[in-house]
């Protein structure tokens, strides 16, 4: 028989979300326009079109630091951990910040990869900031298909970030933009090899100065077969523990009065990379800036410039909005991409919340 849990467990437990596990706030704040976001939620799992089938698993809505909204499809709850996909690389720039904040890295530095070392080799060049911004230069190709580098990696590959390490220069770093999971799998190397240093069980250093932080209790980061956490792809948390990480992020950094991030930290992984065009990738997240100078073209055109997202395969969301102080997290199994239209979620719930 499992221990009974002591009185101040019990309490922790019966809190009301983020610091517990309590519900849906209730009531809501008098300013929440609750036929509006039911319409919201209503709209996220409403299958229209039998041949584009949404699939949304769940929906987490938190404004103000509340939860206001939250539910799920048959089979899945509150207590569900769900696969971020490419949401994992978020976390990677988290666990970055947290070591930038430590004085162990500093990302305007020559990225400390033991393959690039040699005299003369070009990648020499690429810093932190350059992998972070997926700006680096280095050849790789995110093609979802055999024989592509991203499904070599995932699926063929000891250690994920030695593969992309060795990969070559194709361009000069910082002069173009390309998505690549391989630049994020070399981060969480460098991630683990610093972290080592302290934490002789790096996951240690993941669970203590992250996701203890911040009450993600559910967290799983999986690892490659070289045990290194797969920072591109391989991250699973409750939707809740999801909006947790969201929360991190809307309140710069700032859980409970103590700093996770370094200061500056969310304003830089939230500022367009100059190569994106749209103004669309800050620093392994997903921005709605707009073009240079034309902001009303952006990826999000209906949802505010500010938004920044947590993005993954099968539309995996965790959008941030400070200007809205909002929290949007969405899970899927939407095989078909333009079954889910993120955009017009952001703008329903959107709607919901007062213009301030």
């Known amino acids: 028989m499992s221990p009974e849990p002591s009185s101040a467990a019990a309490r922790v437990s019966d809190a009301p979300w983020p610091i517990g596990d309590g519900g849906v706030s209730e009531p809501l704040a008098s300013d929440v326009n609750i036929g509006k976001l039911k319409t919201a939620l209503d709209a996220a ?27 799920y ?7 569900t951990a769900l696969l971020g996909w490419s949401m994992s690389k978020s976390v990677t720039n988290a666990l970055v910040g947290i070591l930038v904040r430590q004085g162990k890295l500093r990302i305007k530095e020559a990225a400390p990869v033991p393959e690039w070392q040699n005299t003369g080799d070009p990648r020499k060049s690429i810093t932190l900031d350059h992998l972070l911004r997926m700006s680096s230069g280095l050849k790789f190709d995110e093609t979802y298909e055999p024989l592509h580098d991203v499904t070599d990696m995932l699926y063929r590959s000891y250690s994920f970030a030695a593969y992309a390490a060795g990969k070559p220069l194709e361009v000069e770093p910082d002069s173009r933009w390309v998505y690549s999971s391989g630049t994020a799998n070399i981060i969480a190397r460098i991630v683990r090899q610093t972290a080592e240093k302290d934490y002789p069980k790096y996951y240690d250093f993941l669970r203590k100065e992250l996701f203890a932080k911040i009450g993600m209790q559910s967290a799983v980061p999986e690892p490659d077969a070289s045990g290194t956490f797969v920072g591109s792809s391989y991250m699973f948390a409750t939707p809740r523990d999801w909006a947790r990480f969201g929360l991190l992020y809307l309140q710069d950094g700032v859980w409970e009065g103590e700093r996770i991030l370094p200061e500056g930290w969310v304003k830089y992984s939230a500022t367009p990379t100059p190569k994106a065009p749209q103004g ?22 209906n949802a505010p410039t500010d938004a920044f997202a947590a993005r993954g395969y099968q539309e995996q969301y965790v959008v941030i909005i400070p200007s809205k102080k909002l929290v949007i997290v969405r899970f899927g199994a939407t095989s078909v991409r333009a079954a889910w239209d993120i955009n017009d979620f952001i703008s329903r719930v959107v709607a919901a919340i007062p213009d301030k």
Do not use: C, H
Request: net charge negative; no cysteine; charged share 25%.
């Open 45 to 71: 799992f409403v299958e229209s079109d039998p041949e584009k089938k949404k699939l949304t698993r769940a929906v987490v809505i938190v404004y103000d630091g509340n939860l206001i909204g939250e539910r």
């Open 73 to 79: 499809a048959p089979g899945f709850d509150k207590n």
């Open 280 to 301: 669309q990738y800050g620093a392994m997240f997903w921005l709605n800036a707009g073009t240079e100078g034309n902001p009303s073209d952006r990826i999000w055109p």
